[in-house]
């Protein structure tokens, strides 16, 4: 497998952090809007979509601010790549934005870049923020 490369995107989102912070941590927040369903047993989250399958400890999270979830193996032992998700806030106009980082093979990254383009499109869908 090739080395993956680490990215951050950022998109302005027009919703409370608050709001925000729910879609971004719970399963069912989760499941509205970046996969087809989400379970989650303690720190573990299961994500599905379609016929795949991915799981994720929950590795950090700071309410109302982040999230980082680590990708797990079977035997549930921490993989090398995470994604997180963190809420700014600017300072002086108030406006929010969510920053995304993530991992991707250099063939692979602008197809990724696509993907969550589209994913956060739904998410702003889905909170009303089109």
Do not use: C
């Not at 027009?14 to 989760?30: D, E, H, R, V, W």
């Not at 379609?50 to 982040?66: F, I, W």
Request: glycine share 4%; net charge negative.
């Amino acid at each position: 497998m090739d080395e993956k490369i680490k990215y951050e995107l950022e998109f302005p989102i027009t919703s409370s952090p608050q709001l925000l912070y729910q879609y971004i941590s719970t399963p069912s927040g989760l499941s509205e809007w970046f996969a087809d369903n989400v379970n989650s047993r303690g720190e573990f989250f299961t994500f599905i979509w379609d016929d795949a399958e991915e799981k994720a400890r929950l590795s950090s999270k700071k309410s109302g601010e982040k999230v980082k979830f680590r990708w797990i193996d079977e035997q549930n032992n921490d993989g090398d790549y995470y994604f997180e998700l963190r809420i700014l806030v600017d300072e002086i106009t108030k406006d929010v934005s969510l920053m995304v980082v993530d991992f991707a093979e250099a063939k692979d990254l602008s197809e990724s870049k696509q993907l969550w383009e589209n994913q956060i499109s739904d998410l702003k869908h889905v909170l009303g923020s089109v």
